[in-house]
């Protein structure tokens, strides 16, 4: 009898879990407003995903906000100024419309300048360059270059407030 008892509660477990899984899927019981949410948060996790299955080197993942390389590197020679193009992906999951700065570059250990990444809206991903000034470190050709490091600064770009500055991150180029 507790063989068969234990039986039929296993039974009545099996059918009742998927049931309970499916009734959570319920969309019909979502406002237009709770839908339209839903859809664009699995929209941008599907981009985020995708992007970063792509994506070289994740530079940081901070407050809502991801920044990853693509590999699309470009390195531009103009005589004596000579510049390194990194393609970025920038994801901004945050609340608000944000902009990320520089707060110091090298590359090879040597302090250089740099163009940051920009601005990004609340909720949207861009694609964009940061663009390095590798004749600063006395760098001729990419395959010069060993690493780089650099220090982003986030803020928010209505209030100016600074949500983080971020420690330094290094990434290579060439391997």
Do not use: H
């Amino acid at each position: 009898m507790k063989k068969l008892l234990s039986v039929v509660l296993a039974l009545i477990l099996l059918v009742a879990i998927p049931c309970e899984a499916f009734a959570e899927n319920d969309f019909s019981a979502l406002s237009d407003e709770e839908l339209a949410a839903l859809i664009t948060d699995a929209r941008m996790e599907l981009a985020k995903r995708s992007l970063k299955a792509d994506a070289d080197t994740v530079l940081f993942e901070k407050e809502g906000i991801t920044v990853y390389t693509t590999g699309n590197n470009t390195f531009e020679d103009y005589g004596d100024s000579k510049y390194l193009e990194v393609e970025v992906v920038i994801i901004n999951d945050s609340d608000k419309k944000i902009a990320i700065v520089d707060d110091g570059a090298s590359v090879n250990g040597w302090e250089v300048q740099y163009y940051g990444i920009g601005d990004i809206s609340a909720g949207k991903k861009k694609r964009g360059n940061i663009e390095f000034v590798v004749s600063d470190a006395d760098v001729s050709a990419m395959e010069e270059i060993d690493d780089i490091e650099v220090i982003f600064q986030i803020y928010d770009e209505d209030s100016y407030e600074i949500i983080c500055t971020l420690d330094p991150i290094t990434f290579f180029v060439n391997e």
